[in-house]
């Protein structure tokens, strides 16, 4: 065939790197000289099957650079997940525009979709060359030590929890902070990062990876409020009873479900709000705040680990390398090798593609409510360079004269 065209989309929910990504692809596809064109699908696959798509090779390399350190997803993206028929359409597409090499951004997902494009194309005796390349927040995808967009996620849920933390201790209560994360803890196991001194909050985490009970809970907040005098508590939006049911139904009166029938979890403060109201009720502490942190920890600008973005960059330019080079279809992993340092592989798509990644046991403290050492050693590097500090007055009491 010979055209020299290859496409780029982005998938799922946007990052504070994802764009590096992007530019990674564009710019290190141009240094080869059998690529004639790069092309850039506009809201994911949705655009690949609408066939809007923007020719990233007459973008300046300044232009590019400025969109990389820029959080979200450039190109746009979409939550459709492809079943088979969109697959078809999508390699229809592929095929009419010539495309020979095919890079996908994204999760889970996005990584079945990039499988099932790549089996078309071989059944179809098509010369095709799919590549995904890895992004979530969750950390969820196998195969990765982590993923791109969620050491940036991670900083920021630290931060935030520091400074909820601070804010907690100048005025005592009860504090619940609710981090996304359907089934993989990572980022609410993030928010312990942001400790300083052994009273600091977060003094309670709870992880998809444990059942949820609601009277250990409140027991725990009881036990916490009594010892500190206040309480900062980190959950995942994906916490679970016994049966696998989201708390955020047992507790919700009406629940709201997107278009593939799950339980709406992000983008809603229902249950910060339910867990509020549980603890007002049951143990009577008055001063009790919730906060969702939704959106905000996905793209936040001004939070970004320069890992993070190095590394995004660098599985951006890896799958142009292995798909120019590797003679093979694939999903490229970030591999530790080091502390720190990282490599990075292909790996089957059957391998990754609708297999999640949960916390490992060894990163969950055996109460089930905190995190290990292990885990911080895992996380702290993945954080960058320029983290906050906190500090406190040291005691130094005046003696009373007024006996009250």
């Known amino acids: 065939m010979g055209s020299g065209k290859i496409l780029v989309a982005q998938g799922g929910g946007p990052t504070a790197v994802i764009n590096q990504s992007l530019v990674g692809v564009a710019l290190e596809a141009r240094r ?3 690529v004639t064109r790069v092309y850039g699908a506009q809201f994911g696959v949705r655009g690949i099957v609408n066939e809007d798509f923007l020719d990233l090779t007459q973008e300046t390399s300044n232009n590019l650079e400025l969109v990389a350190a820029t959080p979200a997803s450039a190109l746009g993206s979409t939550r459709d997940k492809p079943d088979l028929k969109y697959c078809e359409e999508i390699f229809k597409v592929l095929r009419a525009h010539e495309i020979e090499h095919f890079f996908y951004i994204g999760g889970n997902d996005s990584s079945d979709t990039v499988r099932i494009v790549s089996e078309q194309a071989r059944a ?3 010369p095709l060359r799919a590549i995904h390349i890895p992004k979530t927040i969750d950390n969820d995808l196998v195969g990765n030590d982590h993923t ?3 050491p940036s996620a991670a900083r920021f849920v630290a931060q935030a929890f520091a400074g909820a933390n601070l804010d907690n201790a100048s005025l005592p209560g009860v504090y ?6 359907r089934h993989a803890g990572f980022l609410t196991a993030a928010s312990a990062l942001g400790k300083k001194f052994p009273d600091d909050g977060p003094h309670l985490i709870y992880l998809p990876e444990r059942v949820f009970s609601l009277d250990s809970f409140l027991a725990d907040v009881k036990a916490m409020y009594e010892q500190h005098g206040r309480c900062v508590i980190a959950v995942s939006e994906g916490i679970h009873d016994a049966s696998g049911e989201p708390i955020a139904t047992l507790l919700a009166k009406e629940v709201e479900r997107d278009a593939h029938g799950n339980v709406q979890l992000s983008g809603t403060g229902a249950l910060a709000d339910l ?3 549980e603890i007002r009720a049951k143990l009577g502490i008055k001063r009790v705040r919730g906060d969702t942190f939704g959106y905000l920890q996905r793209s936040f600008i001004g939070c970004v680990s320069d890992v993070d973005q190095r590394e995004a960059r660098e599985v951006g330019e890896k799958a142009v390398q292995f798909a120019m080079w590797g003679g093979r279809d694939g999903s490229v992993a ?3 090798t080091g502390f720190y340092s990282v490599d990075y592989d292909l790996l089957p798509l059957a391998a ?4 999640t990644r949960t916390m490992e046991d ?3 403290a055996a109460s089930g409510t905190d995190i290990t050492d292990a885990f911080r050693l895992y996380l702290r590097p993945l954080l960058g360079s320029g983290m906050p500090d906190a500090f406190r007055l040291r005691p130094a009491p005046v003696p009373k004269i007024l006996k009250r």
């Open 32 to 34: 080869f000289r059998e």
């Open 176 to 181: 619940v902070g609710v981090v996304m994360g």
């Open 275 to 277: 867990l509020c109201d």
């Open 334 to 336: 970030i591999r530790r």
């Open 362 to 364: 060894e990163f969950i």
């Open 124 to 126: 179809a005796g098509y």
């Open 148 to 150: 791109p967009g969620f």
């Open 352 to 355: 990754v593609a609708g297999k």
